[in-house]
């Protein structure tokens, strides 16, 4: 279920960013701005669309037409207006003032803060979205992602598919959803640690009431069990449909495998986990020993910086492969604007391979390259113990870490956290070893030069 909605928001994502943008008409005129931080002042009016790049973006003046804005922060300040159309992406999005037409974002934390107003519909997908009392939507709202949390006013209909949803507010239509139950959300998000970012709701799993809901149509809802809805909060008729995974007929079944075949399953699966890594391993080991050697200097003398940076490239990843797609699109979309259509899809080809180049990547980089370099390294702390004239062979190290690894990666219920510690610490070190390439930085030696042999 977990795995399914990630999967779901990310594909929503993408489709939104898709949607959005082409229902860009060509505006006969239109502004664009760009830098590091766009700040449209208090008493400024934009009398056209404005189509807005950076990394902060806040609006406390008027416009006139549509805003279409990427970026890491997008705030719309209490004295803010937009008289056309919302449309935007970024790792927070932020509105405390009018929007007033529709809205159509996506991104990690969605608010709408106090006296925040939407004249019409909002239209959200991404980890989080709030609407806080004293806030209102004046037509319907759609929303995609793992948790929602609606305190404010919303006078349409409400569609929600997340883990957990809650809703505390009033509704002038119906209610429909499609929700998880709490063992859906998971005790850590993926954006807590990340900086600049509003603070998180916190939404129990399944489908919740506050005190305030009122609901003044139908409630119709789905989930792996029944909710606790008050008598009081929904008017019309309340729905209800159990979640339920496709179970095979009894004949269809294969029958329960004995404890004898279950320990000899996992034991050839942990053997191929040896075999597979073990003859990658090897062989990067052959063909780029001081890249490993390289990257180990960096793990072995910034542990710490190495956690905390794995830890950022680990979880900020597919954010920002999906942030990267929607500016290939806008990209592609404005050159096309501008009829250069040759140009747009030179852009939109290179800009996609690209992505599925880092995508790959990122790939090879988790699933071997990070514990091919705690492997080395746990390896060769070990047998300095035991072998200290310098002549370790590093293929010895290599192979003594793998098989430590995958012994600790195969004990029930924690093995997982040890891989992911591996994967994170791993990450971290490939990320300096690159920031210091890329910054001209001296290498950091290792303290002892290891030969394979």
């Not at 004293?134 to 948790?147: E, H, K, T, V």
């Not at 006078?155 to 429909?176: F, P, T």
């Amino acid at each position: 279920m977990k795995n399914h909605r990630v999967i779901t928001t990310i594909i929503g994502l993408l489709l939104l960013s898709t949607v959005v943008l082409s229902l860009v008409s060509p505006a006969q005129a239109f502004e664009f701005e760009g830098g590091d931080k766009v700040v449209i002042a208090a008493g400024e009016v934009i009398k056209d669309d404005l189509y807005v790049g950076a990394n902060f973006i806040e609006v406390k003046g008027i416009i006139k037409g549509d805003l279409i804005a990427f970026g890491t922060t997008i705030l719309i300040a209490p004295e803010g207006v937009i008289e056309g159309d919302l449309m935007g992406a970024g790792q927070s999005v932020v509105i405390s003032g009018k929007v007033m037409d529709d809205v159509r974002i996506a991104g990690a934390v969605l608010t709408l803060n106090e006296d925040g107003l939407i004249v019409d519909d909002l239209v959200a997908v991404g980890y989080s979205l709030e609407t806080k009392p004293g806030s209102n939507i004046g037509g319907d709202l759609l929303f995609m992602g793992a948790q929602a949390q609606l305190a404010g006013g919303v006078e349409g209909n409400v569609e929600v598919n997340a883990g957990g949803v809650e809703l505390n507010g009033s509704i002038g239509g119906d209610v429909k959803t499609d929700v998880g139950s709490p063992g859906d959300v998971a005790p850590v998000t993926p954006f807590q640690f990340m900086p600049n970012l509003p603070p998180l709701p916190s939404v129990p799993g399944g489908l919740t009431f506050g005190s305030d809901t009122q609901i003044g149509g139908d409630l119709t809802y789905t989930s792996p069990q029944k909710a606790d809805v008050p008598s009081w909060a929904v008017d019309g008729d309340i729905e209800y449909e159990e979640t339920v995974l496709p179970v095979q007929a009894p004949e269809d079944r294969e029958p329960e495998p004995t404890t004898g075949e279950k320990v000899w399953k996992s034991f050839l699966g942990q053997l191929r986990r040896l075999i597979s890594l073990l003859l990658v391993g090897l062989l990067i080991v052959w063909l780029f020993p001081n890249c490993i050697e390289q990257t180990v200097a960096r793990l072995q003398a910034k542990p710490w910086q190495s956690l905390g940076w794995g830890a950022l490239v680990y979880f900020g990843f597919y954010f920002l492969i999906i942030v990267l797609a929607i500016i290939v699109i806008i990209l592609t979309i404005l050159f096309g604007l501008m009829t250069l259509g040759a140009l747009a899809w030179l852009i939109f080809g290179i800009g996609f391979v690209s992505i599925l180049n880092l995508v790959l990547a990122f790939f090879i980089a988790t699933a071997f390259i990070t514990k091919i370099v705690v492997s080395y390294l746990v390896g060769r702390l070990i047998l300095e113990r035991f072998k200290s004239d310098g002549s370790l062979s590093m293929y010895w190290s290599f192979i003594l870490g793998v098989v430590i690894f995958i012994i600790l990666t195969a004990i029930p219920y924690i093995g997982w956290l040890f891989n992911l510690l591996v994967i994170i610490f791993g990450l971290g070190a490939l990320f300096l070893l690159i920031k210091d390439k890329v910054t001209r930085q001296e290498m950091l030696p290792a303290e002892k030069t290891v030969k394979p042999e």
